[in-house]
């Protein structure tokens, strides 16, 4: 795990502690059903949590590295611009599910 992200523009940025640095995949708002009809964001029903990819974790993370896709409530973010991008910053313990191909079928995960 390295604790520091290299951000597009080589801007090094060292997170801290459990943090983690998470882009988010898609745009939110407005998504397509599987038979290609648009559902609005405004008709979300209830709590809907967000995959996003890893670019960054901090030293005392311990279940995700960089490249990661991760599934976390977009209720519980903090966001921030870096070089007109913007990223969200999570604490670990804040994702709810690793999606990576070195997970085992089988194990049952970390607690945090």
Not at 96 to 101: F, G, I, L
């Amino acid at each position: 795990m390295t604790t520091h992200a290299k951000i597009d523009s080589g801007l090094p940025i060292r997170l801290l502690h459990d943090r983690v640095l998470v882009q988010l995949d898609g745009a939110e708002g407005e998504r397509r059903s599987s038979a290609g009809i648009v559902i609005p964001a405004t008709a979300s029903v209830g709590r809907r949590l967000s995959w996003a990819t890893v670019v960054g974790v901090g030293p005392h993370a311990r279940a995700v590295v960089n490249g990661d896709r991760v599934l976390f409530d977009p209720e519980d973010k903090a966001e921030v611009e870096l070089q007109a991008r913007q990223y969200v910053l999570l604490r670990e313990r804040d994702v709810h599910a690793v999606a990576a191909s070195r997970v085992e079928p089988d194990a049952t995960g970390l607690y945090l």
